[in-house]
């Protein structure tokens, strides 16, 4: 069992940045690959990111490559989400997810365990 809670979510203009965590409890949190989703109202929860692992191989949506960047610290159970140069599209809740395949965390919103999200909106 892993539970997960995100952090760091907020109101920023574009152009900002945000960090968003995700603190894992649960035995062998190093084994999961983990992915960042998000969902606006009305929309289907999309994929944002992953990792695998070891935090030694990375996936982005095309569209946040080279502003967003995924890392993990197993030693402290933690996955972050540098946001940089935020804009308007970036807006919605955030989740962070985790399960054994990394092809399911990258491919489906289908991942074992789920947080309970926090909110990211980025005003014009």
């Known amino acids: 069992q892993v539970q997960l809670v995100e952090s760091g979510g907020g109101l920023v203009q574009a152009g900002d940045s945000l960090r968003l965590s995700c603190a894992a409890s649960?035995?062998?949190?190093?084994?999961?690959?983990v992915g960042w989703f998000r969902q606006t109202p009305g929309k289907e929860r999309e994929f944002v990111a992953a990792?695998?692992?070891?935090?030694?191989?990375?996936y982005y949506r095309d569209s946040v490559k080279g502003r967003f960047t995924i890392s993990r610290d197993n030693a402290k159970n933690t996955v972050s989400l540098q946001m940089n140069s935020l804009q308007p599209e970036d807006t919605g809740v955030y989740y962070c997810?985790?399960?054994?395949?990394?092809?399911?965390?990258?491919?489906?919103?289908?991942?074992?365990?789920w947080g309970q999200g926090t909110q990211v909106t980025v005003s014009s």
């Open positions: 997810a985790a399960d054994k395949s990394l092809t399911i965390v990258t491919a489906t919103v289908n991942s074992d365990y």
């Open positions: 649960g035995r062998n949190f190093s084994t999961y690959s």
């Open positions: 990792v695998n692992w070891s935090g030694s191989s990375a």
